[in-house]
């Protein structure tokens, strides 16, 4: 059964931080990978989407990678801002489901 | 704009009462799903639909029932609610199987 996991759950990092949230997953069996933003008691919004074939995504200052045969993905947000601070979700499609991770609670401190 | 819409936002209701949370998309989307998502436990899919009259069970389905009677709508049915179904829901819809989900703002239902 697919599992995927978050590392680390929370992070905590001052303003102008460069930073990577990690995802893994246990089977390479994948149509995509999407990144997921959530503010507190709100809707997911899409980051990124990496189709099973692609390496990495690019939007502004967030790039995510996805290497399938290692069942791991990146998420780096670049030049950090008080603004990212949200819970960032990563989930990958397999079969008729997306299954997500638990997430990582990001914090940016001015 | 191309959304996911549900309907209510919020929702508090009583042990047993019937309820339904709409959800619509004007994306043309073949692909719908529910979600719930719980503190600790993440979000978990509980019915899925590939096309108009094709429904099927996600990970935790009891308790809930679907229907997908016109592309665009896929309503969530609990017919009895109970306490445990108190949760945040979310409606998302896709285009293909290997596309993107884009989801709503979610319901917040308590059952008490």
């Known amino acids: 059964k697919q599992e995927v996991t978050q590392i680390p759950a929370a992070l905590s990092v001052p303003e102008g931080e460069n930073l990577v949230l990690n995802c893994s997953f246990t089977?390479?069996?994948?149509?995509?990978l999407q990144w997921f933003r959530q503010d507190p008691g709100k809707g997911l919004t899409s980051l990124l989407l990496?189709?099973?074939?692609?390496r990495e995504q690019t939007s502004g200052r967030l790039n995510a990678s996805l290497d399938k045969s290692s069942g791991r993905s990146t998420l780096y947000i670049a030049a950090s801002q008080p603004g990212d601070s949200a819970t960032y979700l990563c989930?990958?499609?397999?079969?008729?489901?997306?299954?997500f991770g638990k997430g990582t609670t990001l914090s940016v401190s001015s | 704009e191309a959304q996911v819409t549900q309907n209510p936002r919020y929702l508090i209701t009583v042990t047993g009462k019937k309820l339904t949370v709409t959800c619509s998309q004007n994306?043309?989307?073949?692909?719908m799903s529910w979600y719930r998502q719980d503190p600790g436990l993440g979000l978990r899919q509980i019915y899925y639909?590939?096309?108009?009259?094709?429904?099927d069970k996600g990970d935790v389905p009891e308790g809930y029932k679907v229907s997908r009677k016109e592309k665009r709508n896929f309503p969530l049915i609990l017919e009895s609610p109970s306490p445990n179904q108190t949760s945040l829901y979310f409606c998302?819809?896709?285009?293909?199987?290997?596309?993107?989900?884009?989801f709503g703002s979610g319901t917040r239902l308590t059952v008490v």
């Open positions: 998302a819809s896709s285009d293909r199987v290997n596309y993107g989900y884009t």
């Open positions: 089977d390479s069996a994948i149509y995509n």
């Open positions: 990496i189709q099973s074939s692609q």
């Open positions: 989930a990958v499609k397999a079969g008729t489901a997306l299954i």
């Open positions: 994306m043309n989307h073949e692909y």
């Open positions: 639909s590939m096309n108009v009259e094709v429904t």
